[in-house]
C-alpha cells in the first residue's frame, strides 16, 4: 500500500498550489480520502474528505471557498486545489485513505506560504 502526495512547496500569499496523491496497492475507488495538514507546533488536523465516487465533499472552515478536493478514480489519485493560500496554511499536508476499519496515510508533502 502506498501513498504517495506531491506538488508541495513555496508559493507567496494569496497563489495557488495544486498537490497530488497517487495511490497504489488497495482498491482505491472503495476508499474515502482525505486531506489533512500539520501546522509547526499545532495538531494535525482535516483539511477536505471526498467519498468514494466524489459526490460528496466536506471542508474545513478555514479553507472553504479556497480548497477543492476532488479524485479520479480512473488514475488512483486525488487532489487538493488551494487557492489564495495564506500564511496560515503553511504545513505539512498529508493524504489519508479510509475504508470501514482500513486507514493509510501517505508521507506528507510540505507547503510553506510566506513573502
Known amino acids: 500500500v502506498q501513498l504517495v502526495e506531491s506538488g508541495g512547496g513555496l508559493v507567496q500569499p494569496g497563489g495557488s498550489l495544486r498537490l497530488s496523491c497517487a495511490a497504489s496497492?488497495?482498491?482505491?475507488?472503495?476508499?474515502?480520502m482525505s486531506w489533512y495538514r500539520q501546522a509547526p507546533g499545532k495538531e494535525r488536523e482535516l483539511v477536505a474528505n471526498?467519498?468514494?465516487?466524489?459526490?460528496?465533499?466536506n471542508y474545513a472552515d478555514s479553507v472553504k471557498g479556497r480548497f477543492t478536493i476532488s479524485r479520479d478514480n480512473a488514475k488512483n489519485t486525488v487532489y487538493l486545489q488551494m487557492n489564495s493560500l495564506k500564511p496560515e496554511d503553511t504545513a505539512v499536508y498529508y493524504c489519508?485513505?479510509?475504508?470501514?476499519?482500513?486507514?493509510?496515510w501517505g508521507q506528507g508533502t510540505r507547503v510553506t506560504v510566506s513573502s
Open positions: 489519508n485513505a479510509r475504508f470501514m476499519y482500513k486507514e493509510h
Open positions: 496497492g488497495f482498491t482505491f475507488s472503495s476508499y474515502a
Open positions: 471526498i467519498n468514494s465516487a466524489g459526490s460528496s465533499t
